[in-house]
């Protein structure tokens, strides 16, 4: 089953950010009466340490990325999904991190990460990278086990040299897995990457509520990309069963409520000097720049990138409110990346994708990161 993500009503008038919405939650209500996650404090802690440690040396920013579920069972066998494999949030969470930012990649658990989605099980199983072992006997099985225990330190990491030349990277794959090591143990080095999973729409929410939080800190420096896909209705924790909902008894009726749009608070109050830039999914490609539009209107952010689903590896759109000195009514502006016009006949070679092809989130950070550094140097103007 899988819910499609709906977008704000264009043109309407922007709720308070306490105002309770059309189906009953606002922001507020949504806290005060759901449970958050058991591990809530514990990632704000982390969070809290990530910003202090990188405060005043870099921008930071906060990539959410992948489908929030919505379990219909307290004791959940089953769920609504969200479409979202973390691809955007995966690749682009990564190109952050080689443009000098410090990562927090709040993520749907088990979806795509940062260096590791090169190797997805389905499409590139890591095992095929590596040559076929010579057969061992036991007795040589035994003598292998033995010199790897003996030279693995303290972190149960093998010492080079000893019996690694047992495990081998096929030739033909090390120049696609070379880089991708190195860039992964430069981020574990600098410490620049912080993990945060999520899996429920409600563990999302007081997730993105508490970290933006944290982030406050950061002022200007916080950049806030939300990829992930947000579940629009959910089932409230009064009105989840507890154990399985036993079938036999006809069709299921669900009613849900709506989640409160959690932006206009984030840009408010939780990231109140914050870049914040949201993405809109749509399958009408008409539809993406008039609803981004709305959702700038409504939330008062920075950026929307508009994405339609069958093209949103080729292009995307950058829409943002038109700079100050045009007075009268809001304007807009909006920018089309498409990989066919940046890179016509193959420009671009030797991209970071799978086959060697481009990937259009470069470009995608390449573009925030300039504008974010407007947004910054605008802060220090003022
Ligand atoms: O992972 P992939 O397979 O590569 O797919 C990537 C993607 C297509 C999912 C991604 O690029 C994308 O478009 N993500 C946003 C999907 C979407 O349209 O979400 P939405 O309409 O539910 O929300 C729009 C924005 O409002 C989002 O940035 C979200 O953070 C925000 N929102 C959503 C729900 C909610 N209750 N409060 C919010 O503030």
Known sequence: ??????????????????????????????????????TLAEHAAAVREFVERHRGKRRVVLVTSGGTTVPLEQNTVRFLDNFSAGTRGATSAEYFLSSGYAVIFMHRQ??????????????????????????????????????????????????????????????????????????????????????????TVSDYLFLLRDVSREMQLLGRDGLYYLAAAVSDFFVPRTKTPQHKIQSGKGSLMIEMDQVPKVLKPMVEQWAPEGFVVSFKLETDPDLLIPKAQAALERYGHQVVIGNDLALRKQEVVFVEP??????????????????????????HTGGKGKGGEVEIEEDIVRELSTRHQRWIEQGQRQ
Do not use: C
């Open 110 to 199: 088990h979806s795509l990460s940062p260096y590791t989605r090169h190797y997805s099980h389905t499409t590139n199983p890591f095992l095929d990278l590596l040559a076929e072992p010579p057969p061992v006997s036991s007795s040589l099985a035994f003598a292998l086990r033995s010199r790897l225990d003996s030279s693995n330190d303290e972190s149960g990491t093998a010492t080079p040299g000893a019996s690694m030349d047992a495990i081998r990277v096929r030739a033909k794959y090390t120049e696609q897995l070379l880089p991708v090591l190195r860039a992964y143990h430069k981020a574990q080095r600098a410490q620049t990457l912080l993990r945060i999973p999520f899996v």
């Open 1 to 38: 089953m899988a819910s499609s993500s709906s977008a704000a009503p264009s043109g309407s008038a922007a709720p308070a950010a306490s105002a309770t919405d059309a189906a009953g939650f606002s922001a507020a209500d949504f806290f005060d009466t759901q449970t958050p996650p058991p």
């Open 322 to 347: 038109a700079r100050a000195g045009s007075a009268g009514e809001r304007a807009y502006t909006h920018q089309w990346l498409r990989l066919s016009e940046l890179y016509p006949n193959g420009t």
